[in-house]
């Protein structure tokens, strides 16, 4: 995240915090120099010049970055920033994703099923909104530690442990998280962590691409402590975190869009996902079935999620309803959720 923050630090921060927090004395241009630090993760001490973060991305700072009594290596500062920048880029990931999920993806269709709520669009708009920015403030102190130096990131391919893992970073990334995600998720699953954490993102039984991020805080950073863990146990290299990093983001709203692309044995995607909205109990995975499949949890989709004509008719929704109503009442007890008979009320019919 050292490059992210330098980006910000350069364009924005540097400004803003020598307009909030100045210097009371103004290092002279010589000295200027010699006395600012960089945004920087692959040191601990403080150096005397300024160091780009990555050899691949020359950003020059400007005199802002000079004239701030919080310069760009101190830890407020860095926690502060961190944390806009976690929670922003969070906003925009799922604003963006999500609304072109749902404009251009998203069946609206879905809108007529029976377990659709009233008003749930905006319900998993709000719920999103309220669970980011605490989200932030739990992830921001994992990328102060990279930022200061504590975290296995490189910059320069060369400096891989070997030419290959260049490649094999990022498989064993999934592989690392999916392992990890599958028994965390399991666990929110548990009765007395359920009714507390995990309920708030089962609330959608037909969820939308704006579902992707509404979880109660703890349970989505729960679900995220893989991802931030990974850079201190195994080498990866900065910008492939930084892409691993959106991809995961991407991908949490891409199997709660509700089209069924992928019908495969092997990858946990929108279908599958589907089936542990609607079943609650089976296919706890992030990216693959492999580890449902070892721990007895995978459902495969059923065939009709793959045709439109079959996967939106009467029938499917009223086997859906009548097996997720029985699974619902051992789970949660009484149903809470409003649906306030939606499909009536968009008078819509589809067969």
Not at 167 to 182: E, R, V
Not at 238 to 255: E, H, P, Q, R, S
């Amino acid at each position: 995240m050292d490059v992210v923050l330098e980006v910000f630090d350069t364009f924005l921060f540097d400004r803003l915090y020598a307009q909030f927090l100045p210097a009371s004395s103004i290092p002279v241009a010589q000295d200027a120099a010699h006395s600012a630090t960089p945004t920087f993760s692959s040191m601990r001490e403080l150096p005397t010049a300024y160091h780009a973060a990555s050899q691949f991305l020359q950003l020059q700072p400007s005199h802002w970055a000079y004239m701030s009594a919080w310069p760009r290596d101190n830890i407020w500062r860095q926690t502060v920033s961190l944390y806009l920048i976690t929670w922003l880029f969070g906003l925009v990931v799922y604003y963006l994703c999500a609304s072109l999920s749902y404009l251009f993806i998203f069946d609206h269709a879905t809108f007529t099923h029976p377990k659709y709520l009233k008003n749930q669009v905006s319900l998993e708009i709000k719920q999103a909104n309220a669970a980011l920015p605490i989200m932030a403030i739990f992830t921001a102190p994992f990328f102060v530690a990279e930022v200061r130096g504590y975290a296995l990131l490189y910059d320069s391919p060369h400096h891989a442990p070997f030419p290959l893992y260049n490649l094999l970073q990022f498989p064993l990334f999934i592989a690392f998280t999916d392992f990890f995600i599958y028994w965390i998720h399991r666990g929110l699953h548990h009765p007395k962590l359920y009714k507390r954490l995990h309920k708030p993102h089962h609330k959608w039984i037909m969820p939308t691409p704006f579902a992707s991020h509404a979880f109660h805080p703890l349970d989505g950073f729960a679900q995220s402590i893989p991802y931030h863990v990974f850079p201190f146990l195994f080498p990866l290299q900065k910008f492939a975190y930084i892409a691993l990093f959106t991809f995961i983001n991407i991908w949490t709203v891409f199997i709660h869009d509700g089209e069924y692309v992928a019908n495969s044995a092997l990858i946990n995607g929108a279908a599958c996902h589907t089936m542990h909205h609607l079943y609650f109990n089976y296919n706890y995975g992030q990216f693959t079935t492999l580890w449902d499949r070892l721990g007895g949890s995978y459902r495969q989709p059923n065939e009709e999620l793959f045709s439109r004509e079959s996967k939106m008719s009467k029938a499917e929704w009223e086997r859906q309803v009548g097996e997720m109503e029985k699974v619902q009442r051992s789970v949660e007890g009484d149903d809470e959720r409003d649906y306030h008979e939606e499909s009536a009320r968009l008078k819509k019919k589809v067969m």
